[in-house]
């Protein structure tokens, strides 16, 4: 069984394996047609439950002649332009090549003694983006799993901050328990769910987070953001932190961060903006714009595997001040005893949730030596250049109604029947058509609600998808949804 380890002697194995594999992937690129087959649960299930895993294949090329059956065949192809569902980018060759080294050197970004060289690349990466989000000379962070932990780890910094701001401020000793309760974050309704689950992984319960209304673009009511404040303070609540939203999953709406900033800051709450979304805008030629106020947060949440084109997970949370990191601090003597601090040996365990962590870093590193970031952007603001035009489409045809105009490359839609037509059978004919089209594997889009009612969404992420392909996927779900509404009028009547 030694022979399977990776070192030395098994170098030239290794070369053959990752060849073999690398070659599989690479013929199933070339010869994908479609996002996937349509394969169902109940169809793929039994496959992968007969395999039995006590029972090897010793054999490389037999495993991988079963992967093809089991996962490579069915799986859902997120480079294929009719991809037009999640918040998930085609990855570009440099950073694959960069996971590819990363997995087998296996560097833990944890601790120093792990990690040299890796340590000091992720580091540069996080001056590097702190740079361009322009949080100042004070600024730091960590890479993370995703956005959902970057922003759980803001919101962390943020609750421990306000619980010892309002500790000092007190006229009288104040336990911490005695302030957790007293602690609201304020989002947007548009806002990502991670934030209100964050808020119960804190001890703070789902209901510390008061949703402020949106505009009719979704974005942040600023109006209303000031009342929630003032209310707060009233009941003798104290303002953990205001959570702004560059890119909300549903819309890619931006909330108006300068005036969000300066809310927060009157009422001495920790601003953080969830720029998982619209992070792309960071290197975009045209648009950085947009991302105007981003400079004024306390904390930014950016995931690279979103609109950086890097293969999950790349994430990072970044601080303006980096004495803030502390609240996650533990020393371990095993690991990273306080010594090491004073030593000047740099550990990234001492600001991060996580202790072993891959060097996904890497990845991000390798795109920028190979494309540089405007190469990045420029991909960024195609995408962007699409949905306008997407929304230009959608908005001209009499099949389907769009909610708002994308600032980002987001557009959420629904097919409306001509007529007077019941409004249950109108989401029902929306959902319908999703899950019609997914089964047939011609294209992926996603669903979501609005108001209550049943939508549609393309999630534009590919600079290789057209208004062609929009205007196809657009003529399959009308089919869909029209067909569906005519079996159900029919079998009504």
Not at 76 to 99: D, K
Not at 111 to 136: K, M, N, V
Not at 361 to 378: E, I, Q
Request: net charge negative; aromatic share 6%.
């Amino acid at each position: 069984m030694r022979s399977h380890l990776l070192n030395d002697t098994t170098a030239d194995d290794y070369r053959r394996c990752v060849t073999e594999g690398v070659e599989r992937v690479a013929a199933k690129l070339a010869s994908t047609d479609k996002p996937h087959t349509g394969i169902s649960v109940d169809e793929l299930a039994p496959a992968i439950a007969g395999i039995d895993l006590d029972r090897p294949l010793n054999d490389p090329a037999a495993v991988l002649d079963e992967l093809e059956e089991v996962y490579l065949r069915d799986a859902v192809y997120f480079h294929h332009p009719r991809y037009l569902g999640h918040l998930n980018c085609p990855v570009v060759i440099p950073a694959v090549l960069g996971e590819a080294v990363l997995s087998a050197v296996n560097s833990s970004l944890d601790t120093w003694d792990q990690s040299i060289g890796g340590t000091l690349i992720e580091r540069r990466l996080i001056d590097w983006t702190a740079q361009r989000i322009g949080l100042g000379p004070g600024a730091d962070g960590v890479f993370t799993s995703g956005g959902s932990q970057s922003n759980f780890h803001a919101l962390l910094l943020a609750r421990d901050e306000a619980c010892r701001l309002v500790m000092k401020n007190s006229e009288r000793e104040l336990p911490k328990s005695e302030v957790l309760p007293k602690l609201r974050i304020f989002a947007s309704e548009a806002s990502h769910f991670s934030v209100k689950k964050s808020a119960a992984m804190l001890g703070l319960g789902y209901e510390a987070v008061i949703p402020v209304p949106v505009d009719r673009t979704k974005r942040m009511d600023t109006a209303a953001l000031a009342l929630e404040l003032e209310n707060c303070a009233r009941e003798g609540l104290f303002a953990m932190a205001v959570v702004a939203t560059a890119g909300t999953t549903d819309f890619g709406s931006i909330d108006p961060l300068p005036e969000i900033a300066r809310l927060a800051a009157e009422h001495s709450a920790w601003m953080h903006v969830d720029a998982a979304y619209g992070c792309g805008l960071l290197v975009s030629p045209t648009r950085r714009h947009l991302l105007d106020g981003i400079e004024l947060a306390d904390s930014v949440t950016v995931d690279y595997h979103k609109s950086f084109f890097q293969p999950v997970s790349s994430s990072a949370v970044l601080v303006r001040d980096r004495d803030t990191l502390k609240h996650a601090t533990y020393h371990a003597d095993y690991l990273n005893p306080r010594r090491m601090a004073e030593e000047r040996i740099p550990n990234q365990v001492d600001k991060s949730i996580q202790t072993t962590r891959r060097f996904d870093a890497l990845k991000l590193w390798m795109t920028l030596r190979v494309m540089g970031a405007d190469g990045v952007g420029s991909l960024f603001d195609e995408v962007c250049a699409l949905a306008a035009e997407g929304w230009k489409l959608i908005d001209a045809d009499p099949r389907f109604e769009v909610v708002v105009r994308p600032q980002l490359s987001t557009l959420v839609f629904r097919f409306v029947p001509p007529g007077e037509v019941r409004r249950d059978l109108v989401d029902e004919a929306n959902l319908h058509a999703r899950k019609a089209l997914f089964a047939s594997g011609e294209a992926v889009v996603a669903g979501t609600k609005v108001d209550g009612d049943q939508y549609l969404k393309f999630t534009l992420l590919n600079p290789q998808t057209t208004t062609a392909d929009i205007a196809a996927v657009l003529d399959l779900l009308a089919a869909h949804a029209e067909q569906y509404l005519g079996e159900s009028l029919a079998f009504a009547s």
